[in-house]
């Protein structure tokens, strides 16, 4: 039943529902509850409209376009419109709209092609179903203000308050009903604590993303039942036998859960290399309640202070665990390798180990630093330590030659106190003993991949860049004096390699680290080998750690169904499906985790330079955009210098340098600075930074952004008169902090607001 081109062809507009679903009835052989049913699903997908007549039009007929709604904290937003430029909505044309919300739009105004102003008719589906605030009771309504300043007040009514006292934070269930702007509630679902109270508010971020601690009751049934102790007599019968081995887990100190183990023996001329991973596929069995927990989780989310596993306690940290003396299951990749550490062949076998050691990175960096006392509490294994640093560092060489991309970027860490009171944020330096373990994890990864090439399978892909973001990555390198072969060099990963080479000791590596990484694509799961480019592997795959990632679990179950003998046919017509919804949910499991994580640490972060207000720091410029300046301290922490505080000039700010340059003043990313912390914004998690010993000019500053054309004459025609500060050059205007403050309708212009994309820094690439 076509009901739109019944409704075009007949002319039967704008009608009410009764009288649409009477003209149809007469022109089709379906009833009228069929036909009433097929008209509500059109109106819900927005093919149909509703209007507040109760009268029924084709929307498409009537302007009305579908959409995918976006909206920046200063309430404007955009519509995403496939096959078309984003539509600018002014912040009085949001009609309610939540951010991520699917809408029907209608065009206000078409300035040009690429600058659309529309507004939004109708919510179609609300995307978020929760949201965290605080709770506001007032004389006449109760009223829920949300953390993300993006979306508008719910109102509360009394009965839906639950246990909420005024100034709570709160976690609210959206009434799947409420998509009228002045109709908005909900139901307030949990009470997170006291607004301001630490722990309240770092559960405030936590549940904005949906991330629940608790485990459902019929997971925890499953995981009680599993027994904490693994019966060696009986599992031995059935698996390689490595107990006799000399089995180390390597991990941090703080570590719970211990995925990995190694082993190794001499061979002839070479050695067999053993990389024993826990056999959680043992326990989680496919479709029970923990494997459809874990599927719905993808991972685990680490914070500074708390960890939400992806399974119950009882697998994370116990029987998966691979505990110091406890026999345990694993499923290990043996490497066969020569004399010069090269692989010869790889195979997986079904496993039972027990570790002789848990040894922690630090021991094994001092134990290497030649310290006596561990080299003599650990002499059983000082040799196989010595072997696992020879053969790491044979596999990094290979990666190497083949154009392997390693950045040096240390990590902020962030150390509390038992009371949750921030002690310190340092920067964490990857040493010798945590690239040992990752180089050997790398190529039991890269085994594995191989072996399950001609199954279904969850691969981690890392595509080549875009073309585009290659090409402008290399003239922004070129502006800064970093001479590179990007564009000519058709072996693209190792031009990067060379280039991250060159920059490597410089006073900017960091911050031209930070340029090179926003360049990349950003690695993701996918059930096709798309090959890896920062490792430039033609293979590659997350195995190693299925206790906290939902990829490596289901690789194991699908191996071990080969293993077992189920017939290839049979896995691929089973696992496919599989392994292509896995791959789609792992991806944005971990994104989600990533925004979580950096949300919280973004948190900490303003939380602890909140004592440091008025003090001075050193800092480096680690991005210039039109709206500020970014400055990056000693231990990762980011602030920005507003235009307002910039020291009285003329200024151009252009984009390929990323520079912002005046009369008498230049500001150049990867120069260093004197900060003094001017403000900190706990809620929004920002800090301000002002310039050390200027004055500030009180006044706005209108920059105009650098239009570089196209080809390279020129682009250096603009770079020549960029060097004369002074000058005014073709493509753009300078505009003094002298000038007055921008108009209302210059502000709200759609134009402006176009030209404000910012390019959020990804502070972690995870391979």
């Known amino acids: 039943m076509d009901i739109i081109n019944l409704i075009r062809q007949n002319k039967l507009m704008y009608l009410t529902q009764d009288n649409?679903?009477?003209?149809?009835?007469?022109?089709?052989?379906?009833?009228?509850?069929?036909?009433?049913?097929?008209?509500?699903?059109?109106?819900?997908?927005?093919?149909?409209?509703?209007?507040?007549?109760?009268?029924?039009?084709?929307?498409?007929?009537?302007?009305?376009?579908?959409?995918?709604?976006?909206?920046?904290?200063?309430?404007?937003?955009?519509?995403?419109?496939?096959?078309?430029?984003?539509?600018?909505?002014?912040?009085?044309?949001?009609?309610?709209?939540?951010?991520?919300?699917?809408?029907?739009?209608?065009?206000?105004?078409?300035k040009t092609d690429e600058e659309i102003e529309a507004r939004v008719v109708k919510v179609l589906k609300r995307n978020i179903t929760h949201i965290v605030g605080t709770y506001i009771e007032g004389k006449s309504k109760n009223l829920v203000y949300p953390d993300d300043v993006k979306l508008p007040q719910i109102r509360i009514f009394k009965l839906d308050a639950g246990k909420a006292k005024n100034n709570d934070k709160v976690w609210v269930e959206l009434d799947e009903n409420s998509l009228d702007e002045k109709n908005l509630h909900g139901k307030i679902v949990e009470v997170l604590g006291q607004a301001g109270n630490v722990k309240a508010e770092q559960l405030s971020i936590i549940r904005s993303y949906n991330l629940i601690e608790k485990f459902s009751p019929a997971t925890l049934n499953e995981?009680?039942?599993?027994?904490?102790?693994?019966?060696?007599?009986?599992?031995?019968?059935?698996?390689?036998?490595?107990?006799?081995?000399?089995?180390?887990?390597?991990?941090?100190?703080?570590?719970?859960?211990?995925?990995?183990?190694l082993s190794i023996e001499t061979r002839g001329e070479g050695f067999n290399l053993y990389v024993h991973i826990a056999d959680v596929s043992h326990y989680v069995k496919e479709d029970s309640a923990l494997d459809k927990e874990a599927f719905k989780r993808g991972t685990s989310v680490y914070f500074p202070n708390q960890v939400i596993p992806m399974l119950p306690k009882q697998l994370s940290n116990e029987i998966c665990s691979l505990k110091e003396g406890e026999y345990r299951l694993t499923l290990s990749v043996k490497l066969a390798l020569d004399k010069n550490f090269k692989v010869i062949s790889a195979n997986l076998?079904?496993?039972?180990?027990?570790?002789?050691?848990?040894?922690?990175?630090?021991?094994?960096?001092?134990?290497?630093?030649?310290?006596k006392f561990l080299i003599e509490k650990y002499d059983d294994v000082y040799n196989d330590i010595l072997l696992y640093r020879q053969i790491a560092q044979a596999f990094k060489d290979e990666r190497a030659k083949l154009g392997e991309i390693r950045f040096n970027l240390?990590?902020?860490?962030?150390?509390?106190?038992?009371?949750?009171?921030?002690?310190?944020?340092?920067?964490?330096?990857?040493?010798?003993?945590?690239?040992?373990?990752?180089?050997?994890?790398?190529?039991?990864?890269?085994?594995?991949?191989?072996?399950?090439?001609?199954?279904?399978?969850?691969?981690?892909?890392?595509?080549?860049?875009?073309?585009?973001?290659?090409?402008?990555?290399?003239?922004?390198?070129?502006?800064?004096?970093?001479?590179n072969q990007l564009k000519i060099n058709g072996d693209v990963p190792v031009a990067y390699q060379q280039i991250v080479k060159k920059i490597e000791g410089s006073s900017k590596e960091k911050i031209l680290t930070y340029l090179i990484l926003r360049s990349m694509m950003k690695a993701r799961y996918a059930p096709t080998c798309l090959g890896h480019f920062g490792l430039a592997l033609p293979y590659y795959c997350h195995f190693t750690s299925p206790i906290r990632r939902y990829p490596d679990l289901?690789?194991?179950?699908?191996?071990?169904?080969?293993?077992?003998?189920?017939?290839?046919?049979?896995?691929?017509?089973?696992?496919?499906?599989?392994?292509?919804?896995?791959?789609?949910?792992?991806?944005?499991?971990?994104?989600?985790?990533?925004?979580?994580?950096?949300?919280?640490?973004?948190?900490?972060?303003?939380?602890?330079?909140?004592?440091?207000?008025?003090?001075?720091?050193?800092?480096?410029?680690?991005?210039?955009?039109?709206?500020?300046?970014?400055?990056?301290?000693?231990?990762?922490?980011?602030?920005?210098?507003?235009?307002?505080?910039?020291?009285?000039?003329?200024?151009?700010?252009?984009?390929?340098?990323?520079?912002?340059?005046?009369?008498?003043?230049?500001?150049?990313?990867?120069?260093?600075?004197?900060?003094?912390?001017?403000?900190?914004?706990?809620?929004?998690?920002?800090?301000?930074?002002?310039?050390?010993?200027?004055?500030?000019?009180?006044?706005?500053?209108?920059?105009?952004?650098?239009?570089?054309?196209?080809?390279?004459?020129?682009?250096?025609?603009?770079?020549?008169?960029?060097?004369?500060?002074?000058?005014?050059?073709?493509?753009?205007?300078?505009?003094?902090?002298?000038?007055?403050?921008?108009?209302?309708?210059?502000?709200?212009?759609?134009?402006?607001?176009?030209?404000?994309?910012?390019?959020?820094?990804?502070?972690?690439?995870?391979?």
């Open 20 to 110: 649409l679903v009477k003209e149809i009835k007469k022109l089709t052989n379906f009833s009228c509850p069929e036909i009433k049913n097929e008209i509500n699903k059109l109106v819900l997908s927005g093919e149909l409209f509703l209007d507040n007549a109760n009268k029924i039009s084709i929307s498409a007929d009537r302007g009305y376009i579908k959409a995918k709604i976006t909206i920046n904290k200063k309430g404007y937003g955009f519509a995403a419109v496939e096959g078309k430029p984003d539509f600018f909505i002014p912040a009085f044309a949001i009609n309610g709209a939540f951010d991520g919300d699917d809408c029907l739009v209608e065009i206000t105004n078409l």
């Open 223 to 261: 995981a009680s039942k599993i027994s904490l102790t693994v019966n060696y007599e009986k599992c031995k019968k059935n698996r390689a036998d490595f107990t006799n081995h000399n089995v180390i887990t390597i991990d941090g100190e703080d570590a719970r859960d211990f995925d990995d183990a």
């Open 349 to 371: 076998l079904e496993s039972i180990i027990k570790s002789r050691h848990r040894m922690t990175y630090t021991e094994i960096a001092k134990i290497l630093q030649g310290d």
């Open 410 to 483: 240390p990590e902020p860490f962030i150390l509390e106190n038992k009371a949750g009171e921030i002690v310190s944020i340092e920067n964490r330096v990857q040493d010798e003993a945590h690239e040992i373990i990752e180089s050997l994890m790398v190529k039991a990864n890269e085994c594995v991949a191989k072996i399950g090439q001609n199954l279904p399978f969850v691969y981690r892909v890392h595509e080549k860049p875009d073309a585009e973001k290659v090409a402008k990555l290399s003239d922004m390198l070129a502006s800064m004096g970093v001479s």
């Open 554 to 767: 289901l690789i194991h179950r699908i191996l071990k169904a080969q293993l077992s003998g189920v017939p290839k046919q049979e896995i691929k017509i089973h696992f496919t499906p599989i392994v292509e919804r896995a791959s789609i949910q792992s991806s944005e499991t971990e994104k989600t985790a990533d925004e979580a994580e950096r949300a919280v640490d973004d948190y900490k972060k303003a939380l602890y330079m909140q004592k440091f207000l008025g003090e001075e720091f050193e800092g480096i410029i680690s991005s210039v955009q039109e709206f500020g300046i970014f400055v990056e301290l000693e231990n990762g922490i980011e602030g920005m210098i507003r235009p307002n505080d910039l020291p009285m000039d003329e200024y151009v700010y252009d984009d390929l340098s990323m520079s912002m340059k005046g009369k008498h003043h230049v500001f150049t990313i990867g120069d260093s600075l004197r900060v003094i912390v001017a403000n900190v914004n706990i809620q929004l998690r920002q800090i301000d930074f002002e310039l050390a010993g200027v004055e500030k000019s009180n006044l706005n500053v209108i920059i105009n952004k650098n239009k570089n054309l196209k080809n390279s004459k020129n682009k250096g025609k603009n770079s020549k008169e960029f060097e004369n500060s002074g000058s005014k050059t073709k493509n753009s205007k300078n505009f003094s902090t002298k000038s007055k403050k921008l108009s209302s309708k210059n502000k709200n212009s759609a134009k402006q607001f176009y030209k404000l994309k910012q390019n959020k820094k990804s502070k972690r690439k995870k391979r």
